[in-house]
């Protein structure tokens, strides 16, 4: 028992997320990240995968989707399969264009810290997912800022987040965000690189899993 806990409670893990802001699986695994946060002292980092460039250049051959209609099914797939509240009438009624202008909104987000990124990417998750908004709309990414704001007005400006919203500083970093997802060859969200500051061992963990298979790899992992 005492050997259990000293694992749980070390802090020799360094985790970066693959994620994106469209994606209805990362949305559903979020309580099982914050979980992973509670349960072990990671270093978490996330790192925007850039899912929907545009629906012109977009298709995916596994899932058969290559228009936004066909992707409300897989919305509705994911709702079923882990429960998450998922609303996936969206693909019918305002359908987002790009998950480009939500992964360059968290790194504008990640510029006022990283808490306040990861409180971003959350809440643009919420929005999409559950209260069936537009991300892929400036409005809507602004309204987001606010909102976030309105909430922790000490750690986090809205007029500043409005500001730096497609900079260069905050386009390079979400470019450099694809080149990292590129060089991983990172093909499906959400996945976790877990890398021992120790040993400076990686694994990587693909796709939605419940808790307890991640809290078993990290298990394993930190004792090998």
């Known amino acids: 028992m005492e050997a259990n806990v000293a694992v749980k409670n070390s802090t020799a893990l360094e985790v970066v997320c693959y994620t994106d802001p469209l994606c209805c699986w990362s949305w559903a695994f979020a309580p099982v990240l914050r979980q992973l946060k509670e349960e072990y002292m990671i270093s978490l980092r996330y790192c925007m995968g850039g899912m929907l460039a545009s629906w012109n250049s977009y298709h995916d051959t596994v899932q058969s989707v290559s228009r936004p209609v066909q992707m409300g099914p897989i919305w509705m797939q994911a709702r079923q399969i ?117 040993t400076e061992q990686a694994l990587l963990l693909t796709g939605n899993r419940p808790f307890e298979a991640i809290a078993k790899s990290f298990d394993q992992f930190l004792n090998s």
């Open 82 to 198: 882990t429960g998450a509240v998922i609303d996936d009438t969206i693909w019918f009624k305002d359908p987002p264009a790009s998950s480009y202008p939500a992964c360059v909104a968290v790194k504008t987000a990640a510029m006022q810290g990283t808490e306040m990124e990861e409180a971003y990417l959350y809440k643009l998750w919420e929005a999409v997912m559950v209260q069936g908004k537009n991300i892929a709309k400036k409005e809507v990414l602004l309204e987001i800022a606010a909102a976030l704001a309105a909430e922790h007005p000490e750690a986090f400006c809205a007029d500043r987040f409005s500001i730096q919203l497609g900079c260069k500083a905050t386009v390079d970093a979400f470019r450099s965000d694809l080149q990292e997802v590129n060089y991983r060859r990172i093909q499906r969200f959400p996945s976790l690189l877990v890398r021992s500051r120790k």
